[in-house]
């Protein structure tokens, strides 16, 4: 969630001139035309409409980060896939910690799809135009699956603790009703709490330039292109950060799975932040990278290591795929 709360930046604003005579000799001629910061008095418009350019500075570079990200995709649709298509249809599965690794997959096949795919039609079509809705679709979602994702893994948590500390009232503890109100729970949270970044990146006028130096659309990087005041939006994403890594370090004293899901989703996010606010000479496209490897690495890694580690899991797809070659 770090990544995707502070990461983004608007070149212009935090590195100067230089950042944007980088960001322009890197941008085709017929995209250029807006690249330059104007003022509501100036056009006396807003921007309904973007420009993702990728990773500007390497656009040269693009067909190997294509690559990467499709594989990243595959893995991910496929592995997660796999892992719904095993807990739904294996009885045996049906117990909370499988449930809850089910909701952990739909959760990551929706980040994947949402994101992957704009990514690779910006790497190969130059196909980088989003509308403001759709911009404001994307951060919807981005946001709300991280916090989704957040409360499942907390509900994991609360599940192992369970299993461990009260065995003989596990079944009554965590019922098939219980899960399904745990469920609703952290869906009906993340809706309440990421809703009000739609409004608030909706009221914005944005007369300022329309070229996101990114490969997705999120909350604060398009805020900061309003000419406008968006201290309340900074504020608001900082208050939702602190309070999802509040949240989240208390599972440190649970289990190192827990340990490790927190590890790839907020050690980048944290280098991010700290190069952002004492390394103004680092380069663009590494504060665009790291946030994409916070929000590839999750539905890649999540069912490798949860397969790996189960092995009840790990029987269940080797049945599976045996009969299939039968």
């Known amino acids: 969630m770090i990544c995707f709360l502070l990461s983004d930046f608007n070149p212009i604003q935090l590195f100067g001139k230089t950042r944007e005579v980088t960001a322009k000799s890197h941008t085709p001629t017929h995209r250029r035309l807006s690249l330059g910061r104007a003022t509501a008095n100036d056009t006396g418009i807003s921007h309904s409409l973007f420009i993702l350019l990728g990773i500007p500075g390497l656009e040269d570079q693009h067909p190997v980060a294509s690559l990467l990200f499709f594989i990243s995709y595959l893995v991910a649709l496929l592995g997660n896939s796999l892992l719904i298509f095993i807990i739904i249809t294996e009885r045996s599965l049906h117990e909370p910690m499988y449930l809850f690794l089910c909701m952990l997959a739909v959760t990551d096949l929706i980040l994947s799809t949402t994101t992957v795919p704009k990514a690779l039609a910006i790497f190969w079509f130059h196909a980088g135009a989003m509308s403001l809705d759709g911009c404001v679709t994307q951060i919807f979602v981005i946001h709300a699956t991280f916090i989704t994702e957040s409360g499942i893994v907390l509900a994991m948590a609360f599940d192992w603790y369970v299993a461990i500390c009260d065995p003989l009232h596990y079944t009554a503890v965590l019922s098939h009703a219980v899960i399904i109100k745990i ?135 080797l049945s599976t795929l045996s009969s299939q070659w039968k």
Not at 190 to 219: A, G, M, Q, W
Not at 269 to 288: A, M, P
């Open 183 to 317: 469920g609703l729970a952290v869906g009906l949270r993340s809706f309440c709490v990421i809703l009000p970044d739609v409004f608030l990146v909706k009221r914005l006028p944005f007369c300022c330039s329309n070229l996101l130096p990114h490969t997705y659309c999120e909350h604060i990087a398009v805020a900061k292109f309003a000419c406008a005041d968006i201290h309340v939006s900074v504020w608001y994403g900082l208050s939702v950060l602190l309070s999802t890594v509040v949240l989240n370090a208390l599972l440190f004293l649970v289990s190192y799975s827990v340990i490790l899901v927190i590890f790839m989703f907020y050690l980048p996010g944290i280098f991010t932040i700290i190069t952002q606010w004492f390394g103004h000479h680092v380069l663009l496209h590494t504060h665009i990278l790291l946030p994409n490897g916070c929000m590839l690495a999750p539905p890649v890694l999540n069912p490798i290591i949860y397969g790996i580690k189960t092995r009840q899991i790990q029987e269940c797809v």
